[in-house]
Structure formats: C-alpha cells, structure tokens
T-cell receptor
Framework: DSGVTQTPKHLITATGQRVTLRCSPR?????VYWYQQSLDQGLQFLIQYYNGEERAKGNILERFSAQQFPDLHSELNLSSLELGDSALYFCASSTSGTSRETQYFGPGTRLLVL | DAKTTQPPSMDCAEGRAANLPCNHSTISGNEYVYWYRQIHSQGPQYIIHGLKNNETNEMASLIITEDRKSSTLILPHATLRDTAVYYCIVRASNSGYALNFGKGTSLLVTP
C-alpha cells in the first residue's frame, strides 16, 4: 500500500459526458502527478501540481483539467469524453515535487467510455 | 533524459534470481537509473534507484556498470508475485518532473 488513494476504482460512462477522478496523496506529500495508461500509448504523464499550483504539463488534452485543493487532494476532470479516453488513470505523489524524488502511485481509476 | 533499451520479455523459475538488463548507453553524469514495476494494471511500484554505485534494498539489487552505460536489476529469489512489467528509467537530477515509462520488460516467474 503506497498511501496514495484514488476514487472511484472503476467508472463507466458514455461519450460526451464529463467525469471527475479524485486523488489523495500520501500524508505529508505536497506534489501530485497524474498519468494516463492506455493500451496503445503506455504510461503517459499528464500534469503535476505542487502545493496547489500547476508545476508541469505533459500530454494533457484541452478537454482535461486538474486542480489541487488546499487540503492537497487533487481532482482530474475529463470532459466531452471520447472512446479513446478509455484508460487507466493513475495519481502519484511525492514530498516536494523535485525530479530526484521517488513518486508513489495510487491503485488507479479504470475509465471505460462507451 | 537518456533513452533506455530493455528486452520485451523474460522468464524466470520461481526461487531463482531474476536478472533484468537495461541499456542506457547515452546516459550522462547527472542522470540516475530508476526501476519501477507494474503488476497487472496496478499502480507502478518503486523498486530502487542509483547513480553509479551498486545499490541494494529489501526488494532488489541494482548493479550499474563502471561506464554506466548499462545496469541490471536483480531479484535474488523470484516468486510468482514478482511477475510484472519492469521499467528502467533514466532521469537527470535537474530534468522534468515526469517519469518517462518506456515499454519495459515483462517478467514471467514460473513454478
């Protein structure tokens, strides 16, 4: 158990809909990362937050957005969903978000868009 | 970050040592070698990392060649629960924050 929690575990929705994925980092960790894992793309970095502020952006679509709240939990919002958004979404956390730190991953949310 | 090359798959008998190679011939002086693994769609799990000295922890050992162009992750007594995809990632200390997972090595531990 990494100490990172993600909800929900599974999500099934329809094209065009909007969903919110939630992540709670390990106690004491200030930085949160979001990754997407689809069958054809592997694990891809989406975005990083540190203490409420966006720090780095990866291959995140404009239809996707994220935020980190004062209690340090983070939410990833996916809108206008397409079939290709079906994937595993992982959240990771680290202490202060520097590149030398180990990232600890949550169990993921499996999203299925029908 | 330097590119890494790993074999796509490997087999190992339960109880034997699993030696997973990684080639990173373009590694530079400030880049660390990290290993993560992913067990069947679970979240990736940190295993170990090193710069130039060999490292050991409760999960594994990391052997880095003297020229640092390759490394080997050693699971000393593989169990069925070690069946997973293993990722070798090279990161600079001042690089971006994302972990660049490649395709990794799918390790199958057999009874």
């Amino acid at each position: 158990d990494s100490g990172v929690t993600q909800t929900p575990k599974h999500l099934i929705t329809a094209t065009g809909q909007r969903v919110t994925l939630r992540c709670s980092p390990r106690s004491g960790d200030l930085s949160v990362y979001w990754y997407q894992q689809s069958l054809d793309q592997g694990l891809q970095f989406l975005i990083q937050y540190y203490n409420g502020e966006e720090r780095a952006k990866g291959n995140i679509l404009e239809r996707f957005s994220a935020q980190q709240f004062p209690d340090l939990h983070s939410e990833l919002n996916l809108s206008s969903l397409e079939l290709g958004d079906s994937a595993l979404y992982f959240c990771a956390s680290s202490t202060s978000g520097t590149s030398r730190e180990t990232q600890y991953f949550g169990p993921g949310t499996r999203l299925l868009v029908l | 970050d330097a590119k890494t090359t790993q074999p796509p798959s490997m087999d190992c008998a339960e109880g034997r040592a699993a030696n997973l190679p990684c080639n990173h011939s373009t590694i530079s002086g400030n880049e660390y070698v990290y290993w993560y693994r992913q067990i069947h769609s679970q979240g990736p799990q940190y295993i170990i990392h090193g710069l130039k000295n060999n490292e050991t922890n409760e999960m594994a050992s990391l052997i880095i060649t003297e020229d640092r162009k390759s490394s080997t992750l050693i699971l000393p007594h593989a169990t069925l629960r070690d069946t997973a995809v293993y990722y070798c990632i090279v990161r600079a200390s001042n690089s971006g924050y994302a972990l660049n997972f490649g395709k990794g090595t799918s390790l199958l531990v057999t009874p």
